[in-house]
């Protein structure tokens, strides 16, 4: 997988996260040691993540990435997880999103006051 966009919804949309791959996600900067004969120092990016846990995060080392951009450290973060914990069938996604789109459901209704007998009545005269 080479494209940053498919890479990037693989990633999303994978159970081992459930729907909640960017809450998984730990992303460092780094400095490069120079370029033989180049002066200027590069700069790299570090991922670290894991399958997704509501109360911690977790560090699966084998998920560790990393690259000179961004997307390039996305796309060998796609391709580790393909590698340990395979390629999810449709149900498993559709399944994980209904799961995800139930509980922000409920995390947006808690505390909604539904009793709207509270409300003050205008008198009729």
């Known amino acids: 997988m080479a494209d940053f966009y498919e890479s990037f919804l693989f990633l999303h949309d994978h159970p081992v996260f459930c729907n909640n791959f960017q809450d998984c996600l730990d992303i460092s900067t780094y400095r490069k040691d120079p370029e033989e004969g180049k002066k200027e120092r590069g700069t790299g990016i570090w991922l670290e ?7 911690y995060m977790v560090h699966d080392i084998r998920l ?3 690259g000179d951009t961004f997307e390039e450290a996305i796309i060998e973060l796609a391709e580790h997880v393909r590698e340990v ?3 999810p069938t449709e ?3 559709m399944k994980c999103r209904r799961d995800y789109f139930n509980r922000r459901s409920e995390a947006l209704l808690i505390g909604f006051d539904w009793d709207d007998s509270d409300e003050t009545e205008e008198d009729e005269d």
Do not use: A, F, T
């Not at 993540?49 to 109360?55: D, F, I, K, L, V």
């Open 91 to 93: 149900k498993e996604v």
């Open 64 to 66: 560790d990435s990393e």
């Open 85 to 87: 914990y395979g390629v």
């Open 49 to 55: 993540c894991g399958p997704y846990e509501e109360e």
